[in-house]
């Protein structure tokens, strides 16, 4: 499974998603998305980077906060970046969150 986000830049990034729970998130340097469905419908509602991405999203404290404020079926996406490599993940988050 893949979902498209596109960032402000106009850039794509396909994302490894969307999933229904955190298990089949890794933990690898990347962005994860948090979106949820409505009416076969995804809507972004977070984006963030991490080193780590399944430990910082099972960790997160903002789940409370995704909780409260999606509509539908909370999902997961995760955009695997290698540590170094360009564009970096603040760039790409800062690219997704820009839009």
Not at 51 to 75: A, F, L, M, Q
């Amino acid at each position: 499974m893949e979902v498209t986000i596109t960032g402000k830049s106009g850039n794509r990034y396909n994302f490894e998603g969307p999933y229904f729970n955190t298990g089949s998130l890794e933990d690898k340097s990347g962005i994860y998305a948090i979106l949820y469905e409505v009416g076969g419908k995804l809507y972004l509602t977070d984006v963030g980077e991490s080193s780590e991405v399944k430990t910082r999203v099972e960790t997160h404290d903002r789940e409370d906060c995704w909780e409260r404020n999606c509509n539908g079926i909370i999902k997961y996406a995760a955009y695997y970046i290698e540590h170094g490599k360009k564009p970096s993940r603040i760039e790409v988050k800062r690219d997704i969150r820009d839009t």
